[in-house]
Every structure is written in C-alpha cells, then in structure tokens.
C-alpha cells in the first residue's frame, strides 16, 4: 500500500502531539509545595481537589465534580477567613467593623467568584484527576467593591421611595419598602465583611450609615410594646412574612439557631427565642420543618437563624430567613428586647462560660487548616446549625467525605476537659460521598454552657495523644494548645498529606 508524502506527514504530526499530551509533565500545581509557591495565601485564593480514577469510574464525571470541590474549597476559604476575622474582633467594642461581624454571615455564594481561574489535568499514568481554582485578591476586592457601589444605589433608592411614601402618609406602603432594605443590607454585610476581611476598613463606615436609616425608620414606623418574649417574636414573624415574595408560596421553612454574636454560642434566651417563634411563624402561615439528618435532607432548604447583642439596655435581635444552598437572603428583620425582661425572669443571654469560650474558639481559628484537597462535612443529629442540647437528650454524629481518610473527633466541654470521642478511626472507600453515622451516642450532661465537636480528618493515621480514661470518658492531656498543634502538626511534616478540619459550636442546657 503506497502512502503519499503530504498523509505521512499528517501521521507524524498526529502522533507527536499525542505523545505531548501522554508524555507531559504534570502541571505544579499538583504539587502543594509549588503550588503554594505559585499561589501564596497572601495574594490568592486558592481551591484543590484530587482523587484516583477507579476502573468503575467515568473519568469526565469524576474532573467535573473535583472542579465543583475545588470551588467549594474556594468558598470555604474565604468563609474561614471571614468567621477567623469575626472571631478576632468580637471583643473589638464600640467600632462599626464589630457591628459588621457581629451579624455577618460566613456563607458565600459561587456564583460571585468573578475572575475565577480554572484548572484540570488527568495524569494516566497514575490514573488521577486534579482540578484547581484560584483567584487573585486585588482583582476579587476590586469586583466585591463595585458591587457594593451598585448595592449602594439600589439601597439608596428603595430609601429615597420610603422617605416620599412617609411624606405623603402612606406609613404603611413606606413600612414595606424600608423592611425590603433589610435583605440588601444583609447581602451588603457579606460583601463589607469580605472587603474588611481582605484589608479595607474603612469602607464600613458609608455601610453603617445605611444600617442606622433603615433601622430608625422601621422603629418609627412599627409601633407597640416589646415587652414580653411574645411581643418579640410576633414582630419578627410579622416582620419576615411581609418580606415574603409571591413566588414563595410553599412557606417551608426550618427553624434555626440564634446566637449571640457571630461566636455560635447558644444560650437559655435563645432556646426560649425559639420556643416563642415557632408558634408565631405558624400562625403567620410558615410551616416548620424538621429534616432527616441520617439522609441529610436539604428538600427545603430555607432557614430562619439569627444573631444578638448587648445595645445599650436593650439586647438587638436580628432574625434572617437565607436559603443554605445559595446563602441569598430572601428577609430580615431587627428588633430591640430590654434586658429588664430578661433580668426580672432569670433567663441568661450568655453561656456561664463565655470567656473560656471565646478563648477556646480563638485558639482553634488561629491557623486552621483550609482547602487541602479533602472534603469532609460534620453535623449532628440536630443539624450543623448551632444546635442546642437540653440534659438528658442524645448527641448523635455524622460524617462525610469525599476520599478514605482517618477522623480525629474532639469535644470541648464546658469545663474545659477535651473529650477524644474517636481517634484515627478510619472511613473506607465503601462510605465515601455518602452520610455515615458514626457509631456511639453521647447524653447531654453537667456541666452545661458553650461547647465544641471538633472533627479533623487526614489520609493517614493520627499521631497518638497523651490521655487517660476517667468515669467511662477518654480525656486528652494537656493543654488545649498542644492538643491542637499535635492534630495539625503532621501537615508540616508531610506537605503531600491531606487534611481538613470541621467544627460545631453546641449549646448544652441544664432545663
């Protein structure tokens, strides 16, 4: 068979650029030491993910969820900086930068990351896949700042409406337009948290003039006595549901957490908030859902959490209805509740232990281990959401994670002992991608306050803690700063290990 020269040629090249593709080096980011040479923290933010590729495994399947990780881990980095920094400046009283963190919410929506750089590379020799996402500071800063200039003339609009709507009487249509400002406000947080969080403080004080407005007007507006816990919780409900837009109309919704500041800390205020609420939403036509943790059942995915804080004489109370998945917020509402109220009725508003509990929530951001390139998720059997755990109720664990690794689980108690509930325990390629319910239950019991479960996650087994076994309990030795540093120690050690970290803020009460 005779093969014209101009086809050979075609062949040559063919089989060249072939042999490129097979024969390519991997790219440096695949190596976490050239990679953080690459990309330093201080300039980027960065996303990884990896797994090997099994013979069972679509290899486009497998790069198309490992980039959907790797922007996850984006987030979250951005979302631990955001809490680290919120978490350091909790004690930072009378500057607006606390006012911001002291109601921001840590949750980032991907479909903001504009600019973002992205990465695939399948090694067939190893037979693994790499995908890796960055983003550069300056550019993303740049982005968020001008996204809050456009926030910011939305907002002073909607203000602008509800100043003639007062001027000409119609209290009510204006009550309804200054309580559509709290949403935007709320997506304006996220953005001034980010921008203060990456090193521009002084952009909260335009923020804050914008807060105090809408505020004053809907206090003017909303007339009656808050002087009971009903009081308060009718107005929160009535606040939320006239935010409601008509697309809403399944009115689904769970019941969340609210804690004092930013910290997660529960306390006999917020269990009592709850307990008010719930019949006040439903009477407001919301229905309450409870989900199935075992299935990590997010069908409804619409949360009503909040935040407060000690104003003055009064505890500030800020109710937000946010959708998990997307972190929109779809309303929001502020109230003022005196502390008389809660003096003359003996109910706390902080956990007995708040100061240990700051500390112990300080020591554990400060250099926390983030995107990795392994993804784990934590909750238990009353969510992720702060829960709060009443004597004698059953804490039960979950777990998830996208590649076999060894787990470390440690509870903080209120006490301040250091509970090792599981330790290199290992979870195989059988429960990977899936909820799995780690074996053993745990009884709430004194001492009551602030505590933490801290889940660490690695691929290979733990260096062993110093401990000992007391009344049934395995406690960890030391202090809690050498228990931290021997868990993250080992990623120095060996750059090539991938770890990641996971923590719940849990309120234990003693009614």
Not at 101 to 120: H, I, P
Not at 432 to 457: D, H, M, R
Request: glycine share 6%.
């Amino acid at each position: 068979m005779k093969i014209s020269l101009k086809a050979l040629l075609i062949l040559t090249c063919f089989l060249i650029s072939q042999q490129g593709v097979f024969s390519q080096s991997p790219p440096s980011y695949v190596s976490a030491e050239k990679r953080k040479l690459q990309y330093p923290d201080e300039k980027y933010l960065t996303g990884f993910a990896s797994a090997v590729i099994r013979k069972t495994d679509k290899v486009e399947e497998v790069q198309k969820t490992l980039l959907e990780n790797a922007k996850t881990y984006l987030v979250q980095s951005i979302s631990t900086r955001i809490s680290s920094s919120a978490t350091l400046n909790t004690e930072n009283h009378n500057t607006k930068t606390l006012e911001i963190f002291r109601q921001v919410s840590t949750s980032y929506a991907q479909a903001d990351l504009t600019g973002l750089k992205v990465n695939e590379y399948y090694d067939t020799k190893k037979k693994e896949a790499y995908a890796f996402v960055h983003l550069n500071i300056q550019d993303f800063l740049s982005s968020t700042q001008n996204t809050l200039i456009l926030e910011s003339t939305q907002l002073s609009k909607k203000l602008g409406t509800a100043s003639q709507l007062m001027k000409a009487g119609n209290r009510g249509e204006a009550l309804k337009t200054y309580l559509d400002c709290f949403p935007l406000l709320r997506e304006m947080e996220s953005q001034v948290a980010i921008v203060l969080t990456l090193g521009k403080p002084e952009i909260a004080t335009q923020y804050g003039a914008f807060s105090d407005s809408v505020s004053r007007a809907v206090s003017l507006l909303r007339t009656g006595p808050r002087n009971s816990m009903n009081d308060l919780c009718f107005f929160i409900a009535d606040g939320i549901k006239q935010q409601i837009p008509e697309s809403f109309k399944d009115r689904t919704i769970r019941l969340g957490s609210f804690t004092y500041m930013n910290t997660g800390m529960g306390s006999k205020f917020s269990a009592h908030l709850a307990a008010s609420l719930q019949p006040k939403l439903t009477a407001e036509g919301f229905a309450i859902y409870t989900p199935d943790q075992s299935a990590k059942d997010n069908r409804f995915p619409w949360v009503l959490s909040g935040t407060y804080w000690l104003d003055g004489k009064n505890l500030k109370v800020i109710a937000n209805l946010n959708n998990e998945k997307t972190g929109i917020t779809i309303a929001s509402i502020e109230e003022f509740f005196p502390l008389t109220w809660l003096t003359e009725n003996g109910i706390e508003y902080l956990p007995g232990n708040y100061q240990s509990a700051i500390k112990l929530e300080k020591e554990l951001s400060s250099n926390e281990i983030v995107n990795s390139g392994l993804m784990v998720k934590l909750w238990t059997n009353k969510g992720m959401e702060n829960p709060v755990y009443k004597q004698g109720e059953k804490m039960q664990v979950y777990v998830q994670a996208d590649q076999p690794c060894f787990l470390r689980l440690i509870y903080f108690t209120a006490d301040g002992n250091k509970w090792l509930l599981k330790d290199s325990w290992y979870l195989d390629e059988t429960k990977i991608n899936k909820p799995y319910l780690l074996p053993g239950s745990y009884t709430c019991t004194p001492p009551f306050g602030a505590e933490i479960l801290q889940l660490v996650a690695q691929t290979e087994p733990f260096k062993k803690l110093d401990t000992e076994v007391s009344g049934g309990n395995t406690i960890i030795l030391g202090d809690d700063h050498s228990a931290i540093e021997i868990t993250r120690g080992m990623k120095a050690e060996k750059p090539n290990l991938l770890i990641a970290e996971k923590r719940i803020s849990i309120t234990t009460l003693e009614e």
